[in-house]
């Protein structure tokens, strides 16, 4: 459904009597207020205050795309503003370092629940950092090796791949339609 359905149901219902031209202004006005960009950035606000506050440690249920972007977006934004201002005072990374830590839970929260969405297991979101533990375990095999610093390129190479499509890729797919045994679809 699309904002011009939704006038075009509006002037249908104008056109028929059943509404007046003055609830066919106000129809129309709240119609266009769901459709703004202030109501879209809101709208992303409110997802990622939720995950901060009331899903806080909550690893059951389903997050759909929108709560799982919503909180990406945001959670960049002020990482990055705070390394910024960080990085123009010259002062360590503190300040980051400690939203990081504040924000661990509620990430890894809405991650697994995303995987949910798409009918994984919890577990299946943590398959990138199982191959960068065995790449690290890996390191006195090849640590004399000629050939050492093209194992490194390779090594994380592949580990920027895998987490690429992990936590990017697989997430951008639309969850389960059905109930799964994660439980019912959120909208």
Same mark, same amino acid.
């Not at 990622?48 to 799982?68: H, I, N, V, W």
């Not at 297991?121 to 943590?126: G, L, P, R, T, V």
């Given at each position: 459904? #699309? ?10 219902? /104008?056109?028929?009597?059943?509404? @007046? ?5 106000? &129809? ?10 202030? #109501? ?9 205050? /939720?995950? $901060? @506050? ?11 795309? $929108?709560?799982? !972007? ?13 390394? $910024?201002? /960080?990085?123009?005072? %010259? ?23 995303? %995987? ?6 919890? !577990? ?18 090849? &640590? ?21 499509? !992990? ?11 059905? /109930?799964?045994? %994660? ?5």
């Amino acid at each position: 459904m #699309s904002k011009f359905d939704d006038l075009e149901k509006l002037a249908t219902l /104008e056109s028929k009597g059943i509404l @007046t031209s003055d609830e066919f202004q106000k &129809q129309k006005d709240i119609i266009l207020e769901k459709y703004s960009a202030k #109501s879209f950035f809101k709208k992303i606000f409110l997802k990622y205050k /939720e995950c $901060m @506050t009331s899903k806080y440690l909550s690893f059951k249920g389903r997050a759909p795309r $929108m709560e799982y !972007w919503s909180f990406a977006l945001i959670y960049f934004i002020i990482y990055m503003g705070l390394g $910024m201002i /960080e990085g123009l005072l %010259y002062i360590p990374p503190f300040f980051s370092g400690l939203f990081v830590l504040f924000s661990l839970l509620p990430a890894l929260g809405v991650y697994v629940r995303r %995987y949910h969405d798409l009918g994984k297991n919890a !577990w299946f979101a943590f398959l990138p950092f199982l191959y960068f533990i065995a790449f690290i375990a890996s390191f006195p095999i090849f &640590q004399g090796e000629e050939n050492f610093v093209f194992f490194l390129k390779i090594g994380f190479g592949l580990f920027f791949v895998l987490t690429l499509v !992990w936590k990017f890729i697989l997430p951008c797919f639309k969850g389960d339609i059905k /109930e799964n045994k %994660y439980g019912y679809p959120l909208v």
